[in-house]
């Protein structure tokens, strides 16, 4: 790779940490000021509202780009809070799934509109 060709993709890969900061950092303070909730709480509740059932443990993880230590966390202060119930599964005993509750739904639905507003504003 020539140097010019390096500096280039330096250059996108740092936009793209400055641009991905920049957003998160908004929807951070907007999300909580207004709904109080974060944005990987809103990322879960919204995996789980548009998913339509409910989810795995581990779909979560991947949904948030958390550990699975930090999501077990995540879900268990969200429990806290009354947006998600756990429940064990059936045919898997170590499995866990995560139901989002009417309160997380209603908190959800309150909070998308800004979710949005940022990102529109932050992306178009």
């Known amino acids: 790779m020539s140097d010019v060709a390096e500096r280039g993709l330096l250059r996108q890969w740092h936009d793209l940490l400055s641009l991905h900061a920049t957003v998160s950092g908004a929807l951070e303070s907007r999300l909580q000021?207004?709904?109080?909730?974060?944005?990987?709480?809103?990322?879960?509740?919204?995996?789980?509202?548009?998913a339509g059932r409910q989810c795995r443990g581990t779909e979560l993880t991947e949904v948030v780009h958390l550990s699975q230590s930090a999501t077990s966390r995540l879900v268990a202060r969200m429990?806290?809070?009354?947006?998600?119930?756990?429940?064990m599964c059936e045919d898997d005993r170590r499995g866990v799934?995560?139901?989002?509750?009417?309160?997380?739904?209603?908190?959800?639905?309150?909070?998308?509109?800004?979710?949005?507003?940022?990102l529109a504003e932050l992306l178009s």
Request: hydrophobic fraction near 30%; charge should be negative; glycine fraction near 8%.
């Open 79 to 87: 429990e806290r809070e009354g947006l998600v119930e756990r429940s």
């Open 33 to 50: 000021e207004r709904h109080g909730i974060g944005v990987t709480e809103f990322e879960a509740l919204e995996q789980l509202v548009t």
């Open 97 to 118: 799934f995560v139901n989002v509750t009417e309160e997380g739904r209603r908190r959800y639905q309150e909070a998308k509109p800004t979710h949005r507003e940022v």
